[in-house]
């Protein structure tokens, strides 16, 4: 099968999970390939953090991003797309900043028009730990203001969007604008990127540790093999085949 696009998530899949945010990179060898990969054909970021986070770390290689759960679409050209049900979330994040102890990380997520649309409490400079308590009381506050909460297994952090996530709604709009028609590989490492899964041809969860049994994926490699998995597409002339994964780098 010859791919003809290739859409990731950020976090977790391109770039190490629950590091700090200010540290987060996609590691040298993994863009190198990217970069490769991106002069054969195109490549899409869907991601839950926003425009302002994830261009300056992705704008060698992708030309296209869903943010924020897919909230917001943007093209490389600079064409934006901003659901239209989205409120902005800015009084709500006044309310989380009242409970929000010492010590975590209160991530705004905005869209390119400045509206906050989402929010990330995250407590892995707390020591990764945290009173469960808090957690509640942190989630029912952010859904009795509308938000649509996600804490995954294991994660340090709690992320809340201003709508429903919806990353296979995001695939379809960026796979419609970048003009694909061909078959797709779809990378993630989280339920939320099950959507995504559903709708490409090739879908490949990325383990970092994290419990696997619900994602919705076809194929499972280690985050350690996403360049040597690159590398072989460039290398291969975008010629997938199952056993490129299964013959080395499964988990």
């Known amino acids: ?33 990217l970069r490769k ?20 770390r992705t704008k060698k290689f ?36 009242r409970i ?7 991530e705004e997520k905005r869209s390119s028009d400045g509206k906050v649309i989402g929010v990330c409490v995250d407590w892995t400079r707390a020591g990764g730990t945290v009173d469960e308590r808090l957690v509640s009381k942190l989630a ?17 952090y709690l992320d809340a969007f201003a709508a ?16 694909i028609d061909g078959p797709i590989m779809y990378m993630g490492d989280s339920t939320l990127d099950n959507a995504a899964f559903a709708k490409s041809d090739v879908a490949v969860g990325v383990y970092h540790g994290q419990p696997t049994d619900q994602l919705r994926c076809s194929l ?3 985050f350690d093999s996403v360049e040597r998995l690159l590398s072989s597409l460039v290398n291969d002339d975008l010629e997938f085949s199952r056993g490129m994964i299964e013959s080395t780098m499964t988990v």
């Open 220 to 222: 499972l490699i280690r």
């Open 164 to 179: 429903v996530p919806d990353k296979g709604l995001a695939l379809t709009r960026l796979k419609e604008s970048l003009g």
């Open 100 to 106: 929000v102890p010492e010590g975590f990380l209160l």
């Open 37 to 56: 990969l991106s002069r054969l054909m195109p490549i899409a970021v869907i991601t839950s953090k926003d425009l302002d986070f994830v261009l300056p």
């Open 1 to 33: 099968m010859r791919l003809t696009a290739l859409f990731t998530d950020y976090d977790g899949t391109l770039a190490p999970a629950d590091v700090d945010r200010d540290d987060s990179r996609v590691p040298l060898g993994v863009e190198r390939a």
């Open 62 to 97: 992708a030309a296209a991003w869903a943010c924020v759960g897919g909230i917001e679409t943007t093209m490389a050209g600079g064409s934006t797309l901003v659901s239209s049900r989205v409120r902005d979330m800015r009084t709500t994040l006044i309310e989380v900043r």
């Open 140 to 156: 029912a506050l952010l859904r009795r203001r509308g938000a649509y909460v996600d804490r995954q297994p294991q994660c340090t």
